[in-house]
């Protein structure tokens, strides 16, 4: 126990003090009644103090160099500290701090304590093994009687942990707790940022890059979600180690990545990044035994295209990745204004799509496929139109592809099916001794419908139509997209009683061996392999021997868009079943189907 001539024990013991939990008590409480406290009560007021979990310090009172001296401490001092009493008694309380001690504080500090006032204040302490802690301290200073200040009271808190947690906490909502690069959020102020800068001073021009991935859904699709973790893990790396120092980058989500490329002077430093970047991606990855290659579409903007918020940034730079991505795989493409013009009537074709079903402007055509033997008509395929009201007519390929991302082309397959069926069953009934059938496309999207056979079956129920006549088609690459599922998928609907038929064979990478198993009444060779007769002798070569193979499996084969004498011709000779094409008549409406029909049948 600390005796001087203060008699701080017996002051500091007081209990008229309240020292726990805090110092509220008014100091001109002290009076000399203290002293005449039981002996008993100032005995067990010390053990509080020895005892208590915060460190409590108590020191004279000369702020200037050499600082105060160590009075007293307490056990938590040394629990926290690890210094005994007897190795701080007279020390100043600068052994605690260190180099990374902001000796800011200490200014507000010595402030406060000089005017009489309470301070409260954390910084970076140091214990006896040199390890840093967060030390929160609350420093009162005590008067005695006279109402001078004698002394230093100090209770010390260890507030690590408190610290660490916050500073987790600001740090997860900021960083991808995937890669460890920023996030999203702090991303979009970043940028935020950069763009008030850059309104500001016009010298400073910034680069911004939106980076996504060329095939990572296979990686995680086939290789599964913990290597695809891995793979952007080691991804993220490559990125922030083909960018400069004073860079920002950031993942957004997904296989998206974005840059900011800071306080661009020549805009070759932006095409070299992304070009480092490219490069980088390219490199194999080993993971486990497997090697994979990658490689990423970037998209890229600056500054100077007067953007006032960041989301129209990011929309730009994200259009230029998508004009990336349809160049081929690891590309780049400036953003530029004619992009924005073509996302522009992009947005809106798809929302006058969205209205072109219940605005009844859609129309099936209908295309003869003719029996090669005697050149009669064998069925035909229905092609979809769609009667644009200012735009007139629209091709397939013009909005196909967007119904397709869109998702719309379930509900607008529905409706094609639904119109076939009904086509077919009116001219089954204009021509009942003749077994006309019905080709009708199915895009992807609907094969991967898990209810696709339901609706299918609904239709046929529906419309009563002769379901051995409807002949669905679908594309080689959407048949091996669905992959695992599609030959159950393909056999449900065999079982409905309908039949199916291979779309632009060859021009997808799979082959007759891989396709055997799949219940194929027939194939349609690609109008690519027919355009190659008399032209590509190999390409021929080829038609020839699929046209073989799709017979050994008992498919017949439709040669499609046969256009010229001598492709008929050819086809015949190469034993196809049936053709479809210019030659013998291109897709007409069911009007003029029924007029040419009349004469026939
Ligand atoms: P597809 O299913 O391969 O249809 C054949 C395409 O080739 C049709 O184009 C047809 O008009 C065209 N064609 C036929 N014979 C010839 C010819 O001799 N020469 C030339 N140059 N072309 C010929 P269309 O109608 O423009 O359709 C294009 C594609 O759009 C179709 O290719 C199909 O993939 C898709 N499509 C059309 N209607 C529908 C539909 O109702 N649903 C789905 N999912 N896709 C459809
Ligand atoms: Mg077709
Ligand atoms: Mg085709």
């Given at each position: 126990?600390?005796?001087?001539?203060?008699?701080?024990?017996?002051?500091?013991?007081?209990?008229?003090?309240?020292i726990?939990?805090?110092?509220?008590t008014?100091?001109d409480?002290?009076?000399?009644?203290?002293?005449?406290?039981?002996?008993?009560?100032?005995?067990?007021?010390?053990?509080?103090?020895?005892?208590?979990?915060?460190?409590?310090?108590?020191?004279?009172?000369?702020?200037?160099?050499?600082?105060?001296?160590?009075?007293?401490?307490?056990?938590?001092?040394?629990?926290?500290?690890?210094?005994?009493?007897?190795?701080v008694?007279?020390?100043?309380?600068?052994?605690?701090?260190?180099?990374?001690?902001?000796?800011?504080?200490?200014?507000?500090?010595?402030?406060?304590?000089?005017?009489?006032?309470?301070?409260?204040?954390?910084?970076?302490?140091?214990?006896?093994?040199?390890?840093?802690?967060?030390?929160?301290?609350?420093?009162?200073?005590?008067?005695?009687?006279?109402?001078?200040?004698?002394?230093?009271?100090?209770?010390?808190?260890?507030?690590?942990?408190?610290?660490?947690?916050?500073?987790?906490?600001?740090?997860?909502?900021?960083?991808?707790?995937?890669?460890?690069?920023?996030?999203?959020?702090?991303?979009?102020?970043?940028?935020?940022?950069?763009?008030?800068?850059?309104?500001?001073?016009?010298?400073?021009?910034?680069?911004?890059?939106?980076?996504?991935?060329?095939?990572?859904?296979?990686?995680?699709d086939?290789?599964?979600?913990?290597?695809?973790?891995?793979?952007?893990?080691?991804?993220?790396?490559?990125?922030?180690?083909?960018?400069?120092?004073?860079?920002?980058?950031?993942?957004?989500?997904?296989?998206?990545?974005?840059?900011?490329?800071?306080?661009?002077?020549?805009?070759?430093?932006?095409?070299?990044?992304?070009?480092?970047?490219?490069?980088?991606?390219?490199?194999?990855?080993?993971?486990?035994?497997?090697?994979?290659?990658?490689s990423?579409?970037?998209?890229?903007?600056?500054?100077?295209?007067?953007?006032?918020?960041?989301e129209?940034?990011?929309?730009?730079?994200?259009?230029?990745?998508?004009?990336?991505?349809?160049?081929?795989k690891?590309?780049?493409?400036i953003?530029?204004?004619?992009?924005?013009?073509?996302?522009?009537?992009?947005?809106?074709?798809?929302?006058?799509?969205?209205?072109?079903?219940?605005?009844?402007?859609?129309?099936?055509?209908?295309?003869?496929?003719?029996?090669?033997?005697?050149?009669?008509?064998?069925?035909?395929?229905?092609?979809l139109?769609?009667h644009?009201?200012?735009?007139?007519?629209?091709?397939?390929?013009?909005?196909?592809?967007?119904?397709?991302?869109?998702?719309?082309?379930?509900?607008?397959?529905?409706?094609?099916?639904?119109?076939?069926?009904?086509?077919?069953?009116?001219?089954?009934?204009?021509?009942?001794?003749?077994?006309?059938?019905?080709?009708?496309?199915?895009?992807?999207?609907?094969?991967?419908?898990?209810?696709?056979?339901?609706?299918?079956?609904?239709?046929?129920?529906?419309?009563?139509?002769?379901?051995?006549?409807?002949?669905?088609?679908?594309?080689?690459?959407?048949?091996?997209?669905?992959?695992?599922?599609?030959?159950?998928?393909?056999?449900?609907?065999k079982?409905l009683?309908?039949?199916?038929?291979?779309d632009?064979?060859?021009?997808?990478?799979?082959?007759?061996?891989?396709?055997?198993?799949?219940?194929?009444?027939?194939?349609?060779?690609?109008?690519?392999?027919?355009?190659?007769?008399?032209?590509?002798?190999?390409?021929?070569?080829i038609?020839?021997?699929?046209?073989?193979?799709?017979?050994?499996?008992?498919?017949?084969?439709?040669?499609?868009?046969?256009?010229?004498?001598?492709?008929?011709?050819?086809?015949?000779?190469?034993?196809?079943?049936?053709?479809q094409?210019?030659?013998?008549?291109?897709?007409?409406?069911?009007?003029?189907?029924?007029?040419?029909?009349?004469?026939?049948?």
């Amino acid at each position: 126990m600390v005796t001087n001539n203060n008699s701080i024990s017996s002051k500091i013991l007081n209990p008229e003090t309240k020292i726990f939990p805090s110092f509220s008590t008014p100091q001109d409480k002290f009076s000399d009644s203290c002293i005449e406290n039981s002996q008993e009560q100032i005995t067990l007021l010390a053990a509080a103090v020895h005892s208590s979990h915060d460190s409590i310090v108590i020191t004279t009172t000369e702020l200037d160099y050499p600082g105060p001296e160590i009075v007293f401490v307490n056990q938590a001092f040394t629990r926290m500290t690890g210094y005994s009493s007897q190795e701080v008694m007279g020390k100043t309380p600068r052994i605690l701090q260190g180099p990374n001690t902001d000796r800011k504080v200490f200014q507000d500090l010595k402030e406060k304590l000089r005017n009489g006032q309470v301070f409260f204040g954390e910084a970076i302490n140091y214990r006896k093994d040199g390890t840093e802690f967060y030390n929160q301290w609350h420093i009162e200073p005590i008067k005695n009687s006279l109402g001078e200040v004698t002394h230093y009271l100090a209770i010390q808190r260890d507030v690590t942990d408190k610290i660490n947690g916050e500073k987790k906490l600001i740090h997860d909502a900021f960083h991808d707790s995937l890669t460890g690069l920023h996030n999203r959020a702090w991303f979009l102020q970043a940028l935020q940022d950069s763009l008030a800068k850059a309104n500001e001073y016009q010298d400073y021009i910034f680069g911004l890059l939106f980076l996504d991935l060329d095939g990572f859904k296979l990686i995680n699709d086939t290789l599964g979600h913990s290597v695809g973790d891995i793979f952007l893990q080691e991804v993220a790396q490559r990125i922030q180690n083909s960018i400069r120092s004073q860079d920002k980058l950031a993942r957004l989500g997904g296989d998206e990545f974005i840059i900011i490329i800071e306080d661009v002077k020549d805009l070759s430093i932006v095409s070299e990044i992304s070009h480092n970047i490219q490069t980088a991606l390219q490199q194999p990855l080993m993971l486990g035994s497997q090697e994979i290659f990658t490689s990423g579409s970037i998209g890229i903007t600056l500054s100077t295209m007067g953007y006032e918020t960041g989301e129209e940034m990011v929309r730009d730079a994200d259009l230029a990745m998508y004009r990336a991505k349809s160049l081929g795989k690891s590309r780049s493409a400036i953003f530029n204004k004619t992009m924005h013009k073509v996302a522009v009537k992009r947005l809106n074709l798809e929302q006058d799509l969205r209205k072109a079903l219940e605005k009844e402007q859609f129309e099936l055509y209908y295309q003869p496929i003719i029996l090669v033997n005697n050149q009669s008509i064998a069925g035909f395929e229905c092609l979809l139109r769609w009667h644009h009201p200012q735009q007139g007519f629209i091709s397939p390929a013009g909005f196909i592809p967007l119904a397709e991302e869109m998702g719309l082309i379930v509900e607008i397959g529905q409706w094609v099916l639904r119109q076939a069926c009904i086509q077919s069953r009116l001219w089954q009934t204009l021509i009942p001794n003749r077994s006309l059938f019905m080709n009708v496309n199915l895009s992807p999207r609907q094969l991967k419908q898990s209810n696709l056979v339901h609706h299918v079956d609904q239709i046929l129920q529906e419309t009563q139509c002769d379901r051995h006549l409807i002949k669905l088609e679908i594309t080689e690459s959407a048949i091996l997209e669905t992959d695992d599922k599609a030959d159950i998928m393909l056999n449900e609907l065999k079982e409905l009683g309908v039949k199916l038929c291979i779309d632009d064979f060859g021009t997808g990478y799979s082959s007759l061996s891989r396709l055997y198993k799949f219940p194929i009444d027939t194939l349609k060779i690609d109008a690519c392999f027919i355009r190659a007769i008399g032209k590509h002798e190999r390409k021929e070569k080829i038609l020839k021997t699929i046209v073989n193979l799709a017979h050994n499996l008992d498919m017949e084969v439709v040669a499609e868009g046969v256009e010229t004498e001598a492709q008929f011709v050819k086809v015949k000779e190469y034993k196809c079943e049936y053709i479809q094409g210019y030659l013998f008549g291109k897709p007409v409406s069911s009007q003029d189907i029924e007029k040419s029909l009349k004469g026939k049948y």
